[in-house]
């Protein structure tokens, strides 16, 4: 049974700091980097298909000088021979090339900025055939389904995937609630759904745009633009979560069948090895620029930017095809104190967009702001009424969430090491601007 959250005993939040608990394995002590925004709090990709409530996140690394492995990675690409990497991927596309007009490349997305540059660079610069393949966003926006529609009227055809909508809004709740990350599902349906589907369509060749790199992973992250498939498969069914929860649990507990949950679970290593399944980065060989990438998908796919800017930021144009975007940066920064304008202005920094002085004004202004634009849309999403979800509304003390109801269960997961009570407002301790 999953009871409505209790309020959280304040007392262990002190304004005065110390040797205070630390959540989800997270450095004790709160560092900055030197020359962007993030902390070294910010988390690593992970295996999503371990992740439970009691995971240890491994976070961005810092070196002796305090400079986080994210602009590290940026200060590397200057010293990169472009022209060299471009031969290595024209290699790359040679190999693959299909000689009967058939598709001979996926490439995963939504159609936003960085699946058209992707789509778009491989078609029109390497005479490669995309085949487009989508797991659909939890609930679109209206901008997010008008770029999806100029995506494909480019020309690109596309597969899209749109989950059992019962099914992904009972797992979007059980992240929610065990992890307090409401993305979960999606993620896990776009990592692994694009590689069944090649080898399922005899397209072995798999393309990404940005290298995770770019945000400063090193654990696990090759350094040759190819994808670890540790991240991805498993071949031992018994370490699987899906949403925080066990197989058996979603099985006993939430009326779930193996079809339901068939689209969530990871490739297993033998199908991506059988099926010789190569995944790439497009960002590995040719530099990344985010901006780029948008003014690109403006001019060639009629791409458009939302008609405002995302919550708790100031840019208007990435991650804006799904409502949930909201929560999910909401909820990174309630966990480990970074927020949507804390991503935005880092990466904008390493690209030598704005200075830092100008990202910590941003993140000032911006970082952790309440999204209140989807609130309803949201609720209802993430509630499990009874008419709806006869057996695994019953695991709910209360099932149908409201405002209240969600702020008591984000409280739960605010680290005190992280976060303090001021006997008026919650505030962190530190951020990039006061560090």
């Known amino acids: 049974m999953l009871y409505r959250p209790k309020p959280v005993d304040k007392a262990l939040y002190p304004i005065e700091g110390g040797d205070l608990p630390v959540y989800y394995g997270l450095p004790q002590e709160i560092k900055f980097c030197s020359r962007c925004t993030y902390s070294n709090q910010k988390p690593n990709s992970a295996q999503e298909f371990k992740h439970s409530k009691g995971t240890r996140k491994e976070t961005v690394m810092f070196d002796d000088e305090g400079v986080c492995f994210a602009c590290r990675v940026a200060e590397k690409k200057e010293a990169v021979d472009w022209e060299e990497r471009r031969r290595e991927l024209a290699d790359l596309c040679d190999r693959y090339r299909k000689n009967d007009g058939s598709y001979d490349v996926i490439v995963p997305g ?26 659909a966003p939890h609930i679109y926006t209206d901008w997010g389904w008008r770029n999806f529609e100029a995506w494909t009227n ?14 992904h809004r009972l797992m979007t709740r059980l992240a929610l609630e065990k992890l307090l990350h409401p993305f979960q599902p999606f993620m896990m349906g776009q990592m692994y759904f694009p590689p069944q589907m090649a080898a399922q369509l005899g397209i072995p060749l798999v393309f990404y745009g940005e290298n995770p790199t770019e945000y400063g992973n090193a654990s696990k992250t090759r350094n040759d633009g190819e994808k670890n498939w540790d991240y991805i498969s498993t071949a031992d069914p ?16 939430f009326g779930l069948s193996d079809v339901d949950l068939q689209a969530y679970m990871p490739p297993k290593p033998e199908l991506l090895k059988a099926n010789h399944i ?19 998908a403006v001019d060639y796919g009629g791409f458009r930017a939302a008609p405002e800017r995302n919550v708790g930021t100031y840019s208007k144009y990435s991650s804006i095809d799904d409502k949930i975007d909201d929560y999910h940066y909401y909820t990174t920064f309630i966990k480990f104190g970074i927020g949507r304008a804390t991503y935005d202005t880092a990466q904008e920094i390493r690209n030598t967009d704005i200075t830092r002085e100008e990202g910590q004004a941003l993140v000032r202004r911006y970082d952790g702001e309440y999204p209140e634009r989807f609130n309803e849309e949201f609720f209802q999403y993430i509630s499990i009424p009874k008419h709806e979800f006869e057996i695994a509304s019953l695991q709910f003390e209360q099932p149908v969430v409201d405002s209240e109801y969600f702020q008591l269960l984000i409280d739960q997961y605010r680290s005190p090491h992280l976060w303090m009570w001021t006997g008026s407002e919650w505030k962190l301790r530190k951020q990039c601007f006061s560090s």
């Open 110 to 135: 939504s159609g936003g900025k960085d699946s058209f540059y992707t789509s778009w660079v491989l078609k029109h610069e390497f005479n490669m055939n995309p085949l487009t393949i989508t797991w």
């Open 154 to 167: 480019a020309g690109f055809a596309n597969y899209l995937f749109t989950p059992n909508g019962r099914v």
């Open 238 to 253: 018994s370490e699987i979560y899906l949403a925080g929860t066990t197989i058996a649990e979603l099985k006993s507990d």
């Open 278 to 296: 190569d995944i790439r980065y497009l960002g590995y060989y040719k530099k990344w620029h985010p901006q780029k990438c948008y003014y690109y």
